[in-house]
């Protein structure tokens, strides 16, 4: 296993832009997961794939999130119209099978920094 | 809704003493528990888990961490501290009603003194 990665692990950008990140999961993880880090907290859960499908997403996730994994893949999140406090670490995970005891295997995350 | 508490922000151990992270949690119905770690400006990683079975759980790096239904508690520990242990700890459950989404407590760094 190659691990999960993200792409880019940094990015700062000026308040009112768009910014997409990409996770690519461990091969053949069908569940993927979004999660969003901010310094001091835990991770906070945004929404998470079983394959292709987006099954659930979190109030957390304004009009201004999306995410997509159009083949089942990697996935890709994307920030519309950045405010100062989407600032933060979002990181993505990954898991093998659907089941409330299987581990998710992080990726290192992206920081992004809006300014 | 289901929580994790985790006592203490930070905590700090000198080189060699043990270890003791504390991790409460709410659950209705039996959860099953992790204890990730993080290092600096990396990922978190998996350091044990409790699914069923032995409530006495094994992990990596030497921590372990134990299962008391009676406490609501999960509580993570190593006999000796040392300077690679320096970090960021996580407890985090899921349970039925957390349909597959990871609770997570708000974290506890580990500092360790030389």
């Known amino acids: 296993d190659t691990g999960v990665s993200q792409d880019p692990r940094h990015k700062i950008t000026k308040r009112g832009q768009n910014v997409t990140f990409r996770c690519d999961p461990i091969?053949?993880?069908?569940?993927l997961y979004w999660y969003r880090q901010t310094l001091g907290q835990g991770p906070e859960f945004l929404t998470y794939?079983?394959?292709?499908?987006?099954?659930?997403k979190s109030r957390l996730l304004s009009d201004r999130f999306s995410a997509e994994r159009p083949k089942g893949s990697f996935s890709t999140l994307e920030i519309q119209r950045t405010e100062q406090g989407d600032s933060a670490m979002y990181l993505c995970?990954?898991?093998?099978?659907?089941?409330?005891?299987?581990?998710?295997?992080f990726g290192p995350g992206t920081r992004l920094l809006v300014l | 809704a289901q929580s994790v508490t985790q006592l203490g922000s930070h905590v700090s151990v000198s080189e060699g003493a043990l270890v003791l992270l504390r991790c409460n949690y709410s659950?209705?119905?039996?959860?099953?528990l992790f204890w990730y770690v993080q290092y600096p400006n990396q990922g978190l990683q998996l350091l044990l888990k409790?699914?069923?079975?032995a409530t006495l759980v094994k992990g990596i790096n030497g921590f372990e961490a134990e299962f008391k239904k009676s406490e609501t508690s999960f509580h993570l520990t190593k006999p000796s501290a040392h300077m690679s242990d320096a970090a960021e700890y996580f407890c985090?459950?899921?349970?039925?009603?957390?349909?597959?989404?990871?609770?997570w407590g708000a974290g506890t760094k580990l500092i360790i003194k030389p």
């Open positions: 995970a990954s898991s093998p099978r659907t089941g409330l005891q299987e581990t998710q295997y």
């Open positions: 659950s209705s119905v039996p959860p099953y």
């Open positions: 409790y699914t069923t079975g």
């Open positions: 985090a459950v899921s349970d039925l009603g957390s349909n597959y989404q990871l609770i």
């Open positions: 794939f079983q394959n292709e499908a987006q099954l659930e």
């Open positions: 091969s053949e993880h069908n569940r």
